[in-house]
């Protein structure tokens, strides 16, 4: 995504990128505080309704205004860094990939518009990899704790519903015998 170029075009220092099929406009808290879906022209405010901040006002018209082929356009292209700075991410598989930034001030964004956070992308690839082995042994710790809670609850779960069917038993028997006696 052309990203910087439509940061100049909409006279904004906030950081634009791409997500999802949306053109978003990022602030420090929330990465699509403004979004613009690219195929249909129709633009959101992530806090509902219309901004009442005037610079996120004039943002949002200057999305509006976007014809599809200019949409298409910041969208299809990717930035001209002139002072590249490679930095190393990796994908939900694992797989090492490099991106292409002039900064590493946050909010940036990668030449193709990827947002970049200081926990996705990396100077270097060791970075990289210490970050997401520790984020991945983590995950790994945590879902092995829930799968063993949500065991337990099985196992807690099958002991009352064995306990409820023995008791309908039980009674059922005693509805019998009442019965049987009351002939």
Same mark, same amino acid.
């Given at each position: 995504?052309?990203?910087?170029?439509?940061?100049?075009?909409?006279? $904004?220092?906030?950081?634009?990128?791409?997500?999802?099929?949306?053109?978003?406009?990022?602030?420090?808290?929330?990465?699509?505080?403004?979004?613009?879906?690219?195929? $249909?022209?129709?633009?959101?405010?992530?806090?509902?309704?219309?901004?009442?901040?005037?610079?996120?006002?004039?943002?949002?018209?200057?999305?509006e205004s976007l014809?599809?082929?200019?949409?298409?356009?910041?969208?299809?292209g990717a930035d001209?860094?002139?002072?590249?700075?490679?930095?190393?991410?990796?994908?939900?598989?694992?797989?090492?990939?490099?991106?292409? $930034?002039?900064?590493?001030?946050?909010?940036?964004? $990668?030449?193709?518009?990827?947002?970049?956070?200081?926990?996705?992308?990396?100077?270097?690839?060791?970075?990289?990899?210490?970050?997401?082995?520790?984020?991945?042994?983590?995950?790994?710790?945590?879902?092995?704790?829930?799968?063993?809670?949500?065991?337990?609850?099985?196992?807690?779960?099958?002991?009352l519903l064995s306990?409820?069917?023995?008791?309908?038993?039980?009674?059922?028997?005693?509805?019998?015998?009442?019965?049987?006696?009351?002939?």
């Amino acid at each position: 995504m052309k990203a910087r170029e439509l940061q100049k075009h909409l006279g $904004t220092p906030r950081a634009i990128h791409a997500k999802e099929g949306l053109i978003c406009v990022a602030s420090a808290y929330v990465n699509n505080l403004v979004s613009l879906n690219v195929e $249909t022209g129709n633009l959101s405010y992530a806090l509902g309704g219309r901004p009442k901040d005037t610079e996120l006002e004039i943002i949002c018209q200057g999305l509006e205004s976007l014809t599809k082929e200019q949409r298409e356009y910041y969208w299809n292209g990717a930035d001209d860094i002139k002072s590249p700075i490679t930095l190393y991410y990796a994908d939900d598989k694992g797989d090492i990939k490099t991106a292409i $930034t002039d900064s590493l001030d946050f909010p940036n964004v $990668t030449d193709d518009g990827v947002l970049i956070y200081s926990n996705t992308h990396f100077e270097s690839e060791k970075e990289l990899l210490d970050y997401e082995i520790d984020n991945a042994k983590l995950a790994i710790k945590w879902l092995n704790e829930s799968v063993s809670e949500k065991y337990k609850a099985w196992m807690e779960s099958r002991k009352l519903l064995s306990d409820h069917k023995y008791k309908i038993y039980k009674l059922e028997l005693s509805l019998i015998e009442v019965i049987e006696n009351a002939k």
